[in-house]
């Protein structure tokens, strides 16, 4: 399996996703397309009104992370393809506050999918990523369900 490093995801989200680099997200250098970690700095401009990361600040915090183990996964094809999100759901599991890491595993064989875009087909899988406080609580979840879609050539 091809893909990307990960130590190249990090600089590659902040520079195609201006939202990344709004909320400052950080990208662990070992991203794969089996454990891809993300965190979010605590910053009060970003709580909500109970005092933690807003919802839709721990979403982009779990979609993120699902993102770069797609781009872990399938990084070396963005110049024929182009990853997607398809649908994505979020369950808030207990009261977020500080810091969060979202960390995030690919489901599906990358090969098989590779193999399936190959013979023009479109293929979707699955990343799930869990989003924990500092104590390692649980306090969200996102399963998002991603695809390759080719690039329209001029």
Do not use: C
């Not at 992370?65 to 759901?89: E, I, S, Y």
Request: proline share 5%.
């Amino acid at each position: 399996m091809a893909g990307i490093p990960g130590a190249s995801i990090g600089p590659l989200m902040h520079d195609l996703i201006p939202m990344v680099s709004t909320l400052g997200l950080e990208y662990d250098a070992d991203i794969t397309p089996a454990h891809a970690v993300v965190v979010l700095r605590d910053q009060p401009d970003y709580r909500n009104h109970v005092g933690g990361p807003h919802a839709a600040a721990m979403f982009l915090l779990g979609e993120s992370a699902t993102g770069a183990a797609a781009v872990a996964a399938f990084g070396d094809m963005l110049d024929r393809a182009v990853l997607l999100p398809m649908t994505a759901g979020m369950e808030f599991l207990a009261i977020a506050r500080g810091d969060l890491t979202a960390t995030a595993s690919m489901s599906g064989d990358a090969n098989e999918l590779r193999a399936i875009f190959d013979a023009g087909g479109r293929p979707e899988f699955e990343v799930v990523a869990d989003i924990t406080d500092a104590d390692g609580t649980v306090t969200g979840r996102l399963r998002t369900r991603w695809t390759l879609k080719a690039l329209k050539r001029a």
